[in-house]
T-cell receptor
């Protein structure tokens, strides 16, 4: 897996956009960037993934820089329920195995 | 929405006892995984399973661990002789196929406490 670097923690006001950055400067051309989150001690939850183009789904948007060395996960209108640890992962190969780092703890505040 | 279900949600056992954690993956998924998370630490990969055999395992997955898919629906993790350091949340996950690599669906976990 390509090494990813994320800030340890971030705060966001409820209703505002949460922008979570991730650096993956060693990512190779065929490695996707995946985002998962873990609310409290629940099972990790898939959010979104992308290769080169920006992606959007009902949960979030993913902005990937043109050189693919970094990306940003955007939660457009954060709610208190979005408080969680967010993981940026760039798995190598196609085994489905994920290597979790420490992630970013996002605290959404009223 | 289909989901991965795990039982029990919490099990307390004595050191040295055998434990079996059960998982029902999503029905049309082909790849199965166990992960664990010791309290306050990272989620760690244990093992992946496909076509009735282990496809990859981590260093954590030693001879005390085994996995099985005894029928068409259940996927189990057995710890033969539990140690104190096996206390953790154990998460089962499934994947429909490798074309969707990374979109793992996780269960809510089984908390194992070894006394």
């Amino acid at each position: 897996d390509a090494k990813t670097t994320q800030p340890t923690s971030m705060d966001c006001a409820e209703g505002r956009a949460a922008n979570l950055p991730c650096n993956h400067s060693t990512i190779s051309g065929n490695e996707y960037v995946y985002w998962y989150r873990q609310i409290h001690s629940q099972g990790p939850q898939y959010i979104i993934h992308g290769l080169k183009n920006n992606e959007t789904n009902e949960m979030a948007s993913l902005i990937i820089t043109e050189d693919r060395k970094s990306s940003t996960l955007i939660l457009p209108h954060a709610t208190l329920r979005d408080t969680a640890v967010y993981y940026c992962i760039a798995p190598s190969g196609n085994t489905g195995k994920l290597i979790f780092g420490q992630g970013t703890t996002l605290q959404v505040k009223p | 929405e289909p989901e991965v279900t795990q039982t029990p949600s919490h099990q307390v056992t004595q050191m040295g006892q055998e434990v079996i954690l059960r998982c029902v993956p999503i029905s049309n998924h082909l790849y199965f995984y166990w992960y664990r998370q010791i309290l306050g630490q990272k989620v760690e990969f244990l093992v992946s399973f496909y076509n009735n055999e282990i496809s990859e395992k981590s260093e954590i997955f030693d001879d005390q661990f085994s996995v099985e898919r005894p029928d068409g629906s259940n996927f189990t993790l057995k710890i033969r002789s539990t140690k104190l350091e096996d206390s953790a949340m154990y998460f089962c996950a499934s994947l429909i196929d490798r074309a969707n690599t990374g979109e793992l669906f996780f269960g809510e976990g089984s908390r194992l406490t070894v006394l």
